[in-house]
C-alpha cells in the first residue's frame, strides 16, 4: 500500500468511557441502515415505508443501551447547520444518512433531533486545531488552500426528519496517530434551529462512527490521502472501537461506483438514543480520546502549522 503500513505496534486497548454514572446516561445502540438514497423529497407513501423499515430494522438492537465514547481533543461548539460541510476540502465523496431512533419507544423516528458530526480531513488535520500532528509524514495543512481563518471544515449539524433521518455531504477522514479513521458525533434533542445555527437542547449521546478497514486502506492509495505516509491504525488496534460491529459505530458502506473507489461512498446506520438521558462527562475527552503523538492539541484554534508534521512514535 502506497505510504502506509497496518500500526501492529499498538496493543488492543479500549477506551470506551462510560458518562453520566450509569450506561443509560449515554443511551445508545446503533444498526446498520439499509434504505436507498434520494435526492428528491420522499413522498407521504415512502415516508411512511421508511419509518416502518427502520423501526423494523432496528428492533432487537437499538433496545442494547450502551454508554457513549469520548468526544476527543478536537471540539467546537460552531453548531453551524448544513448539510455539506466540505468547504472545498477535497477528498473521496462521502454521503452520510444517519437515522435517530428513541430505544426507550420501540424505536420510533426523533424527529427534530440535532446530528452534528465533525472530522479531519484528507491529512489528518481538525479545523480549528490546525497545528495538531497527524502523525507520519503530511504536507502542511495550508498547503491545500487552507488558512488560520478556516475554522469550520468538515463540521455541521443537520436536523432530523419526520423519519429522524438526516443526510450530510461530505468528504472520507482521513487518519492521524494513534486513531483508526473515523467521524465524531454528538446527539442534541429539545433545542432549535436559529439563524443557521443549533441553539439550546441536550446533548444525549456522543460517539464515533467507523471504516471498514479495507475500504480505508483502498482510499488512503488515492490521492489526496497518499500524501500522508504512515503508521495507520486498523479497528483492531483502535483505542475507542471495540469490535461490536454496526452495535459500535460500523458504518454500512456502499459504493457509488464499484471499480472505481474514487466517485465516493455512501454510508448508514441507525443510532438508537434516549432522549430523555443527558450525556455528560464527556468533557474534552480524557482518557483513550486520540490525542495526537505530539500531545493535546496546541495553540489556539485556527493557528496555522508551523511546518510540515514529522514522523513521532505511536502513543
Known amino acids: 500500500m502506497t505510504g502506509i503500513h497496518k500500526d501492529k505496534s ?16 449515554g443511551g445508545l445502540a446503533v444498526a446498520g441502515y439499509q434504505a436507498a438514497f434520494a435526492d428528491t423529497a420522499e413522498t407521504a407513501t415512502d415516508a411512511a415505508a421508511t419509518a416502518t423499515t427502520t423501526a423494523s430494522e432496528s428492533a432487537g438492537t437499538c433496545m442494547t443501551l450502551m454508554s457513549s465514547v469520548t468526544q476527543g481533543p478536537y471540539y467546537l461548539d460552531n453548531a453551524l447547520v448544513r448539510k455539506d460541510i466540505t468547504e472545498g476540502k477535497s477528498g473521496v465523496p462521502l454521503t452520510l444518512r444517519l437515522t435517530v431512533v428513541d430505544a426507550t419507544d420501540g424505536c420510533t423516528p426523533v424527529k427534530g433531533a440535532a446530528v452534528e458530526i465533525w472530522h479531519c480531513d484528507a491529512w489528518g488535520y481538525y479545523s480549528g486545531y490546525t497545528t495538531a500532528n497527524p502523525g507520519g509524514s503530511a504536507p502542511a495543512e495550508s498547503e491545500d488552500g487552507s488558512t488560520a481563518n478556516d475554522n469550520t471544515y468538515l463540521r455541521g449539524y443537520q436536523i432530523a426528519d419526520a423519519n429522524g433521518v438526516v443526510k450530510f455531504e461530505t468528504i472520507f477522514p482521513g487518519w492521524y496517530t494513534p486513531r483508526t479513521c473515523h467521524i465524531h458525533l454528538k446527539v442534541h434533542t429539545g433545542g432549535q434551529k436559529e439563524d443557521g445555527t443549533y ?22 492509495t488515492l490521492e489526496p490521502y497518499a500524501k500522508h505516509s504512515g503508521s495507520y491504525t486498523t479497528l483492531d488496534n483502535d483505542m475507542v472501537y471495540d469490535g461490536g460491529g454496526a452495535s459500535s459505530g460500523l458504518l454500512t458502506l456502499k459504493a457509488v461506483h464499484k471499480k472505481d473507489p474514487s466517485k465516493g461512498y455512501k454510508g448508514t446506520l441507525t443510532i438508537g438514543v434516549d432522549p430523555d438521558a443527558e450525556n455528560t462527562g464527556a468533557g474534552s475527552g480524557g482518557g483513550g480520546g486520540g490525542t495526537p503523538p505530539s500531545g493535546a492539541p496546541s495553540g489556539a484554534p485556527g493557528d496555522a502549522p508551523s511546518g510540515t508534521p514529522s514522523a513521532s512514535a505511536s502513543s
Do not use: H, M, P, S
Request: net charge negative.
Open 10 to 25: 499498538i496493543t488492543r486497548r479500549r477506551a470506551i468511557v462510560v458518562t453520566g454514572g450509569t450506561v443509560a446516561a
Open 199 to 220: 441553539e439550546g437542547g441536550t446533548v444525549n449521546y456522543t460517539g464515533q462512527l467507523f471504516f471498514d478497514d479495507a475500504i480505508a486502506e483502498e482510499i488512503f
